[in-house]
């Protein structure tokens, strides 16, 4: 019989026995057993903070369903990522959020909506979210109906990355939503415009201006966009940059969220610094 490390733990995901480190999620044990979960507030380059429960997981023996996202696996315990309790747990979430936010622009979340065959009519809510956008630069919007709550820009804009806690989560219940302080404009608050609230968002509610403008104007076209891996040219920190294009005009700039340097997290310059791309051709006059 071989002998189990001290700093590792088993634990049966689905009847699969994985072994792994101590201080691995159930989620990361679930990942590296090939079984997916979905996750809606959790991001690799965020502290998780278990707002959305959609990754919840039954773990043989427990009474509450519990999220896998950032619950530390325990040696020998056995849990269940699809049951039917996980699955009509998901799917009530995912009607919740459906009753109050408008979610067509997220793939993930249509997706999961048509696999765990959500009822949309299940809940009517007594009030939809119907923030109007707020436009305030040709940077990004911020289209708070979309919103559901992750916290993940609070996070990016907080301690994960930004420090720069320009927005937080103000009100309670129904009135809970993303805000600066005091709800001031976003130039009069701590914004610093490094973006990383709308890299981070899954729902689109943060949204960068151009996309946002060719969705408006009906000519927001996938099938017509590609992504081009480059090199931020503006300071020796070098960070990775992934340019968004459609028909060869930038619309996004992102960084990959497994970076070593950058964790997905960039300034103002790598971010929306890309307008000198566009510019038009330098052509010199000719001289006779
Ligand atoms: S752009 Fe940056 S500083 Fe401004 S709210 Fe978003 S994360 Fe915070
Ligand atoms: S704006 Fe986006 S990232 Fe922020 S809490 Fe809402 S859905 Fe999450
Ligand atoms: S992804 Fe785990 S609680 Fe949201």
């Given at each position: ?256 969220s497994d970076h070593s340097v950058t964790s997905g997290h960039l300034c103002i310059k790598g971010r929306f610094g890309w307008q000198y791309v566009h510019a038009p051709k330098y052509e010199p006059s000719k001289k006779s």
């Open positions: 019989m071989t002998q189990q490390d001290v700093s590792e733990v088993s634990v049966h995901i689905n009847d699969t026995a994985v072994t792994v480190e101590q201080g691995t999620t159930l989620l990361q044990a679930a990942r590296l057993a090939g079984v997916e979960i979905p996750t809606l507030c959790w991001a690799e380059n965020l502290t998780p903070v278990n707002a959305c429960r959609l990754c919840v997981v039954e773990q043989e023996g427990t009474r509450a369903l519990i999220p896998s996202c950032s619950r530390l696996c325990e040696d020998g315990i056995r849990v269940e990522t699809d049951s039917d309790r996980v699955r009509h747990s998901r799917r009530m979430i995912l009607e919740f959020l459906a009753s109050t936010n408008d979610l067509s622009q997220s793939a993930e979340l249509q997706e999961w909506a048509e696999s765990y065959q959500i009822d949309l009519d299940r809940y009517i809510s007594p009030e939809k979210n119907n923030d109007e956008v707020k436009i305030e630069d040709d940077l990004f919007v911020r289209a708070y109906d979309r919103c559901v709550l992750c916290y993940k820009c609070v996070e990016a804009c907080g301690d994960d990355a930004q420090h720069s806690f320009a927005i937080a989560i103000a009100g309670r219940g129904f009135d809970a939503r993303v805000s600066t302080e005091y709800e001031v404009e976003l130039p009069e608050s701590a914004c610093v415009y490094c973006g990383n609230c709308v890299g981070v968002c899954p729902t689109n509610a943060l949204q960068f201006k151009v996309e946002f403008d060719l969705r408006e104007s009906d000519e927001w076209r996938p099938e017509d966009q590609s992504t081009t891996e480059t090199i931020c040219s503006y300071c020796g920190v070098g960070c990775s940059l992934e340019l968004h294009t459609q028909n060869n005009q930038i619309f996004k700039v992102t960084s990959p």
